[in-house]
């Protein structure tokens, strides 16, 4: 499975972008990048994905870079409620796909 | 649409017991999935099914988790004798087929919370 690399937390001050990184230098050309937040005390949820081309839905952007390696979640606007852990995920090909966590970025926004 | 429904939300037994928790995901899906959730770590996948058959139970400890799903719609997930290192959110989630496909995803639900004392 291709690993990927968050940093453990970041802040953002309420109202400005959030830009939320992740490294997956061994991804394979078939496999897709998912970004998942999971607030406090609720499951999972889920924001974007892409395979090659940026991405963008009333939640985020997703901007994957022209060698896939790397990937930048966008919340244009951030507020509070959008504390939470984001995790991204390189989705696990073969025959069953399923999503294998990592520890994610826990995410701050600041009045 | 109705999410996936999870209980119970909160369960608090003594090692060496026995607990159950069910879950109903969304209809019309046919993947299920169960994950366990220890206190400031990612979900990790426990078993996943493809209607009623299982198609990943690789990381399940077979020894005392069990999990079935009937008819492809409901699930259960059970452990017996239940030991202190399981106290975790246990997540039910589902989807419509395999992921990747366009428009595809998977949708979690809230959790179950056990502590084991």
């Known amino acids: 499975d291709a690993k990927t690399t968050q940093p453990t937390s970041m802040d953002c001050a309420e109202g400005r972008a959030a830009n939320l990184p992740c490294n997956h230098s061994t991804i394979s050309g078939n496999e897709y990048v998912y970004w998942y937040r999971q607030i406090h005390s609720q499951g999972p949820q889920y924001i974007i994905h892409g395979l090659k081309n940026n991405e963008t839905n009333e939640m985020a952007s997703l901007i994957i870079t022209e060698d896939r390696k790397s990937s930048t979640l966008i919340l244009p606007h951030a507020t509070l409620r959008d504390t939470a852990v984001y995790y991204c995920?390189?989705?696990?090909?073969?025959?069953?796909?399923?999503?294998?966590f990592g520890k994610g970025t826990l995410l701050t926004v600041n009045p | 649409e109705a999410g996936v429904a999870q209980s119970p939300r909160y369960k608090i037994i003594e090692k060496r017991q026995s607990v159950a928790f069910w879950c109903n995901p969304i209809s019309g899906h046919a993947t299920l999935y169960w994950y366990q959730q220890i206190l400031g770590q990612g979900p990790k996948l426990l078993i996943q099914?493809?209607?009623?058959?299982?198609?990943?139970d690789s990381q399940l400890p077979k020894d005392r988790f069990s999990a079935e799903r009937l008819k492809g719609v409901d699930s259960t997930l059970k452990i017996q004798p239940a030991k202190l290192e399981d106290s975790a959110v246990y997540l039910c989630?589902?989807?419509?087929?395999?992921?990747?496909?366009?428009?595809?995803?998977?949708?979690f639900g809230e959790g179950s919370w056990l502590t084991v004392v």
């Open positions: 099914f493809q209607n009623n058959g299982v198609v990943d």
């Open positions: 995920i390189v989705l696990s090909g073969g025959s069953n796909y399923k999503l294998t």
């Open positions: 989630a589902s989807s419509r087929w395999y992921l990747g496909s366009s428009g595809n995803t998977i949708y």
